[in-house]
């Protein structure tokens, strides 16, 4: 079923064809984490909320892909842009390790 969703500025939906509807099982191999974190991002206003449709629950694809567009993006050694990862290389956790420390971090 294919519907096109547009929201207007009072949050009135106006459907229109051509929108794909994600069953909960194509969202979630869309975005790949758990339906637990997904309803916690829902109420937090942070993921598109779900529509119902026949006693049934299902994202607009065109929402799901805007979120996924606007996640952070990672940044690559040497660039200045995108989010830092901060894991320790191994050969810092075995630095920390012979300098006393039990937990690695």
Do not use: C
């Not at 969202?27 to 109420?43: E, F, G, H, S």
């Not at 929402?63 to 660039?79: C, M, N, S, T, W």
């Amino acid at each position: 079923m294919n519907i096109t969703v547009q929201k207007l500025p009072a949050d009135d939906i106006v459907v229109r064809r051509g929108a794909r509807l994600l069953s909960k099982g194509e969202m979630l191999d869309k975005v790949a984490v758990t339906y637990p974190t997904i309803w916690k991002l829902m109420r937090q206003g942070a993921f598109p909320r779900s529509v119902v449709i026949g006693g049934k629950v299902a994202w607009l694809e065109h929402e799901v892909d805007e979120f996924i567009a606007k996640l952070p993006r990672r940044r690559l050694k040497g660039h200045d842009d995108g989010v830092p990862f901060h894991h320790k290389r191994k050969a810092e956790v075995g630095r920390d390790r012979s300098r006393g420390d039990t937990k690695p971090s």
